[in-house]
């Protein structure tokens, strides 16, 4: 009987979620499984793991469940986000189009774990979307609970602890920030940060 997948748990103040669970999707990759991951609150192309899963074929489909980018130009082939952020959701205040973009991320990353499709299914910035109302996190359970057997799920996000997402995973992981580069006026770094 083939070994029921692990879920991983990720959050806190700290860098390092989204990065730790890139760095399972390269392992998997390397050991010739299959990676699904959504991203949800993004929408940019900007991000390095999004033109670094396009070098996978088809072993990595990566999703970004973030709304609409809203620059006239991102409908052109070659647009590159260059990170004007409004595109972000506001705490407090979501759109409609930030819900909807969430609850179609989950409705696909829900399919992808219950036919287990992906030996690795990874829901980036899912406890975020929860903490601002994006996604009821009864929702999100219940799309990790029928997931196909074998199917490792890694769940990051959220700068608290949920508590629910905690009680189901085998690993939780809180990343707390002891030094960040922002402090000293540093913003982001390509290839580090994004």
């Known amino acids: ?83 004007c952020m409004a595109c972000h959701v506001a705490p407090g205040n979501p759109k409609p189009e930030d819900i909807e973009a969430a609850e179609k991320g989950l409705a696909g990353a829900a399919g992808i774990l219950e036919a287990g499709n992906a030996d690795l299914v990874i829901l980036d910035e899912v406890g975020y979307a929860v903490e601002l109302g994006l996604l009821d996190v009864s929702a999100v359970l219940e799309a990790v609970k029928t997931r196909a057997t074998g199917v490792e799920v890694v769940l990051t996000g959220g700068r608290s602890r949920n508590s629910e997402f905690a009680a189901l995973a085998d690993y939780v992981t809180e990343m707390v920030e002891q030094t960040h580069h922002y402090k000293t006026g540093r913003i982001e770094v390509e290839g580090i940060d994004f």
């Open 1 to 83: 009987m083939p070994e029921p997948g692990l879920i991983h748990y990720y959050f806190g103040t700290g860098k390092g979620k989204t990065t730790a669970s890139l760095g399972l999707a390269l392992r998997m990759l390397g050991h010739g499984g299959r990676v699904a991951s959504y991203h949800f609150m993004k929408s940019s192309n900007r991000y390095g793991e999004f033109r670094g899963a396009a070098g996978f074929d088809d072993s990595w489909s990566l999703v970004l469940a973030g709304p609409p980018c809203v620059n006239p130009g991102a409908v052109e082939p070659d647009f590159i986000c260059e990170g």
